[in-house]
């Protein structure tokens, strides 16, 4: 069974500090990964796609990949009350998705 | 910017009526999905489709069709629905590795 494992949270950070969002997988042969964001009722938005070792950053951010340890990472620089949401973690498999259950942050202004 | 739209954002059926939820994409993207997504349950892969009049399915195919006549539409049946049927269904596209996806219909049936 291919599993994607999160935090459920909620993860709460004061506004301007950093957001740290983690997530395992089990499969060993996933090699792409990604990163959504779901506010509550709507759809998630792909916010980061991640295909290699190391650090991938993007505005505020920074997608970390360690694949053998088989953890990705989100980090949010500057967190601010809109990035309030539910953070889903995803691993590509041959052509299917598996998705993590999501952590709630909640950032504090 | 790739666009997909859901038939209906809020659906109220009976159980045992047939549904239909329609999604549909403006590019030329082959594969598409269907996702139930519930609290605690996370998103569920139900059925997917390659291509026209291809289909395979999911985890969770049991009590729900799929039909791919045309490539930029991709509709998910629900052929006798029950309560336990109740969910948002989530559309979603392939382009390359990432998927993206529609704006969610959230089904309930009493």
């Known amino acids: 069974q291919k599993e994607v494992e999160q935090n459920s949270g909620p993860l709460s950070v004061p506004e301007g500090a950093i957001a740290s969002l983690n997530c395992t997988y089990s499969?060993?042969?996933?090699?792409?990964f990604f990163w959504y964001r779901q506010y509550s009722g709507k759809s998630p938005e792909l916010i980061m796609s991640?295909?290699?070792?190391g650090d991938k950053e993007d505005g505020r951010f920074t997608a970390q990949l360690n694949k053998a340890s088989q953890y990705v990472s989100l980090l949010i620089r500057d967190s601010q009350p809109s990035d309030s949401a539910t953070y889903l973690c995803?691993?590509?498999?041959?052509?299917?998705?598996?998705f993590g259950p999501g952590t709630r942050l909640s950032v504090l202004p | 910017d790739v666009k997909v739209t859901q038939s209906s954002r809020y659906l109220v059926k009976r159980t045992g009526e047939k549904v239909f939820l329609e999604c549909v994409q403006d590019m030329d993207h082959e594969n598409m999905f269907w996702y139930r997504q519930d609290p605690g349950l996370g998103l569920r892969l139900i059925y997917f489709?390659?291509?026209?009049?291809?289909?395979e399915k999911g985890d969770i195919p049991e009590g729900y069709s799929v039909s791919r006549e045309k490539k930029e539409r991709f509709s998910l049946i629900l052929e006798s629905a029950s309560t336990n049927q109740t969910s948002m269904y989530l559309c979603?596209?392939?382009?390359?590795?990432?998927?993206?996806f529609g704006p969610g219909t959230r089904l309930t049936v009493t």
């Open positions: 499969d060993r042969g996933s090699q792409s």
């Open positions: 995803a691993s590509l498999w041959g052509q299917n998705f598996v």
């Open positions: 991640i295909y290699s070792n």
């Open positions: 489709s390659y291509d026209v009049k291809m289909k």
């Open positions: 979603a596209i392939g382009r390359g590795l990432e998927q993206y």
